[in-house]
């Protein structure tokens, strides 16, 4: 007789190679047993979950979240923030250092991060730390500490608290890799190159060419494809490792894989909205769709898609970063309006709808990106990331064959604000189980307290974030 807390029965699974109709088996919040219960040797649960006609995955770990706790909670705080989250399917997600106050570039910021985290979160988490130039000496402690990276803009990050968290100048991006290559953890990059974006932005202030279109020419693929050209240079001197966030462009994407079939340890993401949305829809929509780099041509974006079946694409992440709605609806004009997309809530099912049900890409290749990958490259293997006996049991069930329009009402974030208002999918998440822990369903919405637990990233694990 085997004896378990939870099982999930009859649900098709997910894994990284195959997807099999089979039932798992769930104690003390790690999956214990994968195969077929109506065998003869019977099972006893306390918790019989029907996964009939559902599709299991395990839950998306975003590695780029911005929650404004500390300091500024009431733009996003952990338990709305964790509860779109879960809503949508995650189950892990990686918390980046601006936005709150202070920002998490000191030990002290970071004890006041997870202090702030405790009991508000319904997923687990872990946190970057940041590089700003005047910081150095903080690295080092805070990778003791366990930050799972670090994180640097190399344009003017927009953050609320401007003075505490600044782009890096060249020499601040220099030093701070020579630092964190020491410390063997990897060093995000918000890739922009500021004199390019900063030119043209004062450019079409200053000749009052202030729409939509203006903003995203103002940020052009130049400026992405510098920044990067420029980091791939200083990692290459200083040996440090490099993650690119919100990759917008196949030519950077190329770039960087390139880098790295020359042997540097390199990876990147790229969203949802950069492969669901697209400039004109910026047009359409307004600021709710304003994020830095900007949304690309329809053009740019099957680009994008054709570097996610051709596998030069590391992992999806959501780049959550909420404001209050004003903020984004009092702004005089596009450029005013604060820049980031409130979609912690729909990368799981955006991918499904865009990448398996229109564009058939294997439900195997989707787990990768949204979860093993990222938990492979920021040390979270072998707790998080995939189906397997003896990991977190982090699974979400999704329904593949259904229909359902986002509506603002559902949202779970602080402002209810979000591009994808409106739009219908056809893939719905159903329920999120976190380490056991039944976190959210369909019907009932949010359950229980909140109880996502730290990862801290020791010194070992991070060691061991070798390239693919
Ligand atoms: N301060 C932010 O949250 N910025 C974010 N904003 C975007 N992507 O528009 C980001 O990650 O760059
Ligand atoms: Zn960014
Ligand atoms: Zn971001």
Known sequence: MKRLDTIIVGGTVVFLETIQRCDIGIRQGKIVYIGAFDSDEGVQAEQIIDATGLHVMAGMIDAHVHLN??????????????????????????????NGIPPTVTVDALQQKV?????????????????????????????????????????????????????????????????IARTGQVLALHAEYEPIVSQ?????????????????????????????????????????RLHFVHISSAEAVHMIQQARAEGMDVTLETCPHYLALTDHDLEQIGAAAKCAPPLRSAAQQEQLWQCIASGEIDMITSDHSPCPSALKT????????????????????????????????PLTLLTRLLSWEPARRFGLLPQKGEIRIGADADLVLVDLQTNYRIEQEQLYYRHKHSPYIGRE??????????????????GLGMIGKPMGQRIGITKEQAAEIAPR
């Open 69 to 98: 706790e500390p300091g500024l909670g009431d733009w996003e705080g952990f338990v709305t923030g964790s509860s779109a989250l879960a809503a949508g399917g995650c189950t892990t997600f990686l918390d980046m250092p601006l």
């Open 115 to 179: 202090s702030a985290a405790e009991n508000a979160t319904y997923i687990d988490y872990a946190c970057w730390g940041g590089l700003v130039p005047g910081k150095l000496e903080h690295l080092e402690p805070l990778a003791e500490a366990g930050v799972c990276g670090f994180k640097a803009f190399m344009s003017a990050p927009g953050d609320p608290d401007e003075e505490a968290f600044r782009n890096v100048d060249d020499e601040t991006l220099l030093e701070g890799m020579r630092r």
């Open 200 to 240: 043209l932005t004062m450019a079409c202030l200053a000749e009052q060419r202030l729409s939509p279109a203006d903003y995203t020419a103002s940020r052009p693929i130049a400026a992405e494809v510098a920044a990067v050209q420029q980091a791939l240079g200083f990692a290459q001197e200083t040996g440090c």
């Open 330 to 361: 009092e702004a005089s004009n596009i450029f005013d309006a604060w820049g980031g997309i409130s979609g912690a809530q729909h990368s799981l099912e955006l991918m499904l709808e865009e990448g398996h049900l229109r564009r058939d890409l």
């Open 425 to 442: 999918l056809h893939c719905r998440v159903e329920q999120t189980i976190s380490r056991g822990r039944v976190v959210y369903t369909r």
